[in-house]
């Protein structure tokens, strides 16, 4: 048995007895998420292998995790869903890549990630996926026309209508209901060789990865754990930083002696108490949208409800039409309503990041200084109060700092949207450098409100 540890992350694509079965001593973990790794105590010459992650219900790994393990000297290996994404972004660097859903997002045959995402269960029942991984149905496509039991025309087809629709709605129930009367045998050809494992192109690059951590646990071919290109030493590992924190340390900027604000602290500062911030982030967002269905030749209702499979005239389905005030739904032409969902639920069907276009209309808006003082009287109200006022969780921060939003008839999942807020986690974090000025200004509040 090797003296070097393997850590596998993985689960709905395959099952910890299946990861024991190649790699016996290996530590099985759940899918990866953001500081997942860093929590793991690693030394040189160990293999982290990242075959499955989050990326919705929780912050998905990092970059600069990944970075860091491999200046760790750690041998960091991706494949089959997250990990083949990941180490197609990070090959440059050291991380490496294997199997086919990897070759494809190197080769920029895809790019997004809902190609490998799925809809799973709990870990308790062994992560049972409830969707189809759109890679498979792309790779189960090719070999059904690669063998002549689906042809090529019928597995085009079928991958247009999975496309189409959301990776959350992506069952075999609702793709039998999407594609042509005459795929349909041919969909049931797919379903049943992927549920077999005979197309399941993750599970098969999974098993390959293993097998090959397996006869090789220690170092790589002519390297050396920790071994990098001139490259890396030259400093382009700088361009392996994701673009958010890229952004975050450009602007990075002293404003005080000992105290430094980014331009996204400015935009976060709008988000949290700026009212006219709801307009601008839907312009914006909206602005991309256009610029996203002009691509690809489509006005903007129609690549809307392309993305989010709503067929015309069909009405929004319940779970779309939560997204929106029952103000909307009553008066907002079908255009309207499509654009404002795309808008609101943006993580779920777009990887382009907003953050930069907001950005850039906040800079030239009238709303830049007061924006920027914010952030600055919240550092001071912060470093007044500091071991006098205890700073609550994040759950708790959001909580609190979402009464500010209440609306009557506006659930609070629309109130965040409408702020570029993906829940009340990820509030909750951006409230926590505010929340002495909020409480301040509260206390202010109710002094002018007394008789």
């Not at 105590?41 to 219900?57: K, L, M, N, Q, S």
């Not at 691509?295 to 939560?322: D, F, K, M, Q």
């Not at 301040?440 to 007394?450: F, K, L, P």
Request: charged fraction near 30%.
């Amino acid at each position: 048995m090797s003296s070097h540890n393997v850590v596998v992350y993985a689960g709905p694509t395959i099952s910890r007895h299946e990861v024991l079965s190649v790699v016996p001593h290996a530590r099985v973990r759940p899918p990866v998420a953001r500081g997942d790794l860093l929590a793991e105590t690693w030394r040189p010459g160990d293999t982290a292998v990242i075959i499955d992650g989050y990326y919705r219900e929780r912050l998905s790994v990092g970059h600069k995790e990944i970075l860091w393990l491999l200046d760790e000297g750690v041998r960091v290996v991706g494949a089959a869903s997250m990990g083949a994404l990941r180490a197609a972004e990070l090959s440059p660097y050291g991380m490496s890549g294997a199997g086919t859903v990897f070759d494809m997002y190197a080769l920029g045959e895809v790019d997004g990630d809902d190609e490998v995402a799925v809809v799973h269960g709990p870990a308790d029942r062994g992560y049972p996926a409830g969707t189809a991984a759109l890679v498979n149905i792309r790779y189960g496509c090719r070999e059904g026309a690669r063998t002549g039991r689906i042809p090529a025309a019928a597995g085009e087809r079928i991958v247009r209508a999975a496309k189409a629709l959301p990776f959350m709605r992506r069952t075999w129930r609702e793709l039998d209901a999407a594609v042509d009367s005459g795929d349909r045998p041919f969909l049931a050809t797919l379903e049943r060789l992927i549920g077999t494992g005979e197309w399941d192109v993750k599970r098969l690059d999974a098993m390959a990865a293993l097998r090959a951590v397996g006869e090789r646990p220690g170092e790589r071919s002519g390297e050396r754990p920790g071994e990098r290109s001139a490259d890396w030493a030259a400093g382009t590992v700088l361009t392996g930083i994701t673009h958010y924190e890229a952004l975050k340390w450009r602007s990075r900027r002293e404003y005080a002696p000992g105290r430094w604000m980014t331009d996204l602290d400015v935009v976060n500062a709008g988000r949290l108490f700026g009212d006219d911030y709801p307009r601008l982030h839907e312009e914006a967002l909206t602005g991309l949208l256009t610029d996203f269905a002009a691509a690809e030749g489509l006005g903007l209702e129609a690549y809307a409800r392309a993305r989010l499979g709503v067929a015309e005239p069909a009405a929004l389905p319940p779970v779309l039409a939560s997204w929106l005030t029952e103000t909307e739904l009553a008066v907002l032409p079908a255009a309207d309503r499509l654009r404002l969902v795309m808008v609101r639920v943006w993580p779920s069907w777009q990887s382009e990041d907003w953050r930069p276009v907001v950005l850039e209309r906040v800079r030239e808006s009238d709303d830049w200084r007061e924006w920027s003082e914010i952030v600055a009287r919240a550092d001071e109200a912060a470093e007044r109060t500091r071991g006098r006022l205890a700073v609550p969780p994040p759950e708790i921060c959001a909580k609190i700092f979402l009464r500010h939003w209440h609306r009557e008839g506006t659930p609070a999942k629309v109130e965040l949207a409408r702020r570029g807020f993906t829940g009340m986690q990820e509030l909750g974090h951006t409230v926590r450098r505010f929340f002495a000025l909020d409480v301040q200004n509260a206390r202010a509040a109710e002094r002018r409100a007394r008789p």
